[in-house]
């Protein structure tokens, strides 16, 4: 399920918070709402933690992670980065980097298998996301932009990207990330899909002024609608199982 | 009876290419470097003159005498040409719009997307201020007059009003405000005006004779009695942001200097409106009588003209 909100009269969520399938940063400074909105959707499935890096409140675009691990820029502070050791599930790795480029967000796009970075990544920051992330690292462009990590949103089972992302790009991508991708618009025409919204498998965040149709594009590509956390996990323990036998 | 002027028109110019997506993604690329630089680069000495076609066209030319902030070592030879066009308000200035009033009413959280909407439905009295070619999609200004009794109904009205009837001080001025929600919301007009902090002051005597132009046109031309009648304000309401000096137990008072005037008016207009007797509250919410308003055109005129 998609729900709309705003980060102080921001509709710009996906710079404000970080939602994986094992935990949710959300920033410190907003009003309680903000943080309660999370809460209410994600209950006892992960943590909710409130967090700021490198002193700033813009962490959804600092950090990048997935349910295996957390990337974080060379400026988080030495607190913020045991705050987040400490209230993460032990099964996340947290990584501080050292990255010329520290919009990590930004530069970065992953989901639990796959990530998109930007071209000029450092190769040891490459191997990093490999290991930290468990992911496979393809470098590419999305639409003609570098900044990967801004322009799509990605999760297990779908992703949207930049609106003006040709068709070739769209089937190259989506054969890359071996996920159904859509290139639309969230917050009623912004092109930073990854700044307007955050989303994981079962359930996504989005700007208030998203409209309904965005919204709906969003609940299809991502197949929100039939999600619960319980889903996913019985369908990985089902898997689990078959592998052990 | 027709008004002989015509009210500000947009220019349909026959432009393929930026009816394509991609190019109106560049464009706005494009525009958005290049509003930063102009307004890095813009020195105000201009003019305005009124075409034809109801548009104003301003002139930036850069003084050459200014030479204090050419922080980036550019020679001061180089004209920044700059036209602004009045347009109608449309659903594409959402952005914009929404942007120039996100400081509307302080921090608080509001209907703020309800409130641009209305803004931008009311096409037949309300202007914004764009650059002159199609382009730019970068919005500079916007000013319109919404009746208070009309809209008031919607939520973002009335949570405007719960928050300005909350941030007043003064009991006795309360009611009054209350008044003017209430009893007499059909003649009150809020007036929300807003630009970008640079803008050159020239724009304003045309930016507001726009504006109350377009409504006593309104008055006369719109298709119902009601909304000829929703056009006749007897008062305008105004919040906006002022400068109190700390001393004279000022809420917004920043500067300590015991030099300084008691009260910085963010926007120059407000010292007028401020004047014009029958304010409501300390300068920050006001409402002036309506026929009041040509004086006031007046001395902004002559106000914009006098200053160096």
Not at chain 1, 1 to 22: D, H, I, P
Not at chain 2, 285 to 303: C, G, N, Y
């Amino acid at each position: 399920m998609a729900t709309r909100l705003q980060f102080e009269n921001n509709c710009e969520v996906g710079v404000f918070s970080k939602l994986t399938n094992a935990y949710c940063l959300v920033a410190i400074g907003g009003s309680e709402s903000f943080y309660s909105i999370f809460e209410t959707e994600l209950a006892d499935v992960i943590p909710v933690v409130k967090t700021s890096i490198g002193g700033t409140r813009i962490i959804g675009r600092l950090c990048a992670g997935n349910k295996n691990g957390l990337l974080l820029p060379h400026n988080t502070t030495d607190q913020e980065l045991q705050h987040l050791r400490n209230s993460l599930p032990d099964s996340v790795v947290v990584q501080r980097i050292e990255e010329r480029l520290s919009a990590l967000g930004n530069v970065i796009a992953c989901n639990d298998h796959v990530a998109l970075a930007h071209t000029d990544l450092d190769r040891e920051t490459e191997e990093l996301i490999a290991d930290v992330l468990g992911v496979e690292v393809f470098r590419q462009t999305i639409a003609g932009n570098i900044l990967v990590g801004s322009y799509c949103a990605l999760s297990n089972r779908g992703g949207l990207v930049h609106p003006h992302t040709s068709i070739e790009d769209l089937d190259e991508l989506s054969t890359l990330l071996q996920i159904p991708l859509v290139a639309g618009t969230v917050n009623r025409g912004s092109e930073v899909i990854a700044a307007g919204m955050t989303v994981n498998d079962w359930t996504a965040f989005c700007g208030s002024d998203t409209t309904a149709t965005e919204l709906s594009v969003i609940e299809s590509v991502f197949k929100l609608r039939e999600a619960q956390p319980s889903a996913i996990v019985d369908e990985m323990r089902k898997s689990l199982i078959d592998s052990y036998v | 009876m027709a008004p002989t002027a015509k009210r500000p028109r947009r220019k349909l110019v026959a432009r393929p290419v930026t009816f394509s997506p991609f190019a109106r993604s560049a464009a706005h690329i494009a525009s958005a470097y290049m509003i930063k630089r102009q307004m890095i680069e813009n020195k105000l000495h201009e003019f305005c003159q009124l075409t034809p076609n109801g548009e104003c066209k301003c002139n930036d030319k850069r003084n050459i005498d200014e030479t204090e902030s050419d922080s980036d070592g550019e020679s001061s030879e180089g004209v920044v040409q700059a036209d602004f066009a009045f347009f109608d308000p449309k659903p594409d200035d959402f952005h914009g719009v929404k942007t120039l009033l996100q400081t509307f009413l302080d921090n608080k959280e509001w209907n703020l997307s309800g409130f641009v909407d209305l803004i931008l439905e009311q096409t037949t009295v309300g202007t914004v201020a764009k650059l002159e070619d199609d382009d730019d999609d970068g919005l500079f200004s916007v000013v319109t007059a919404l009746n208070l009794g009309r809209y008031k109904d919607h939520k973002c009205m009335k949570e405007l009003e719960d928050y300005v009837l909350s941030v007043c001080h003064e009991s006795n001025l309360v009611d009054q405000l209350r008044v003017l929600f209430s009893k007499k919301a059909r003649d009150v007009g809020l007036l929300v005006s807003q630009r970008v902090v640079n803008l050159p002051a020239q724009l304003l005597p045309p930016l507001y004779d726009a504006l109350f132009d377009e409504v006593s046109w309104a008055v006369e031309d719109e298709p119902t009695e009601q909304l000829r009648n929703s056009f006749r304000f007897k008062t305008y309401l105004i919040v906006t942001k002022i400068y109190m000096h700390k001393k004279a137990n000022g809420k917004l008072g920043e500067k300590a200097d015991s030099e300084e005037e008691p009260v910085i008016y963010v926007k120059a207009e407000d010292e007028l409106f401020h004047e014009l007797k029958n304010y409501v509250s300390m300068g920050l919410v006001m409402a002036v009588e309506a026929d009041k308003i040509p004086t006031f055109r007046k001395q902004l005129r002559s106000l914009i003209d006098d200053e160096p």
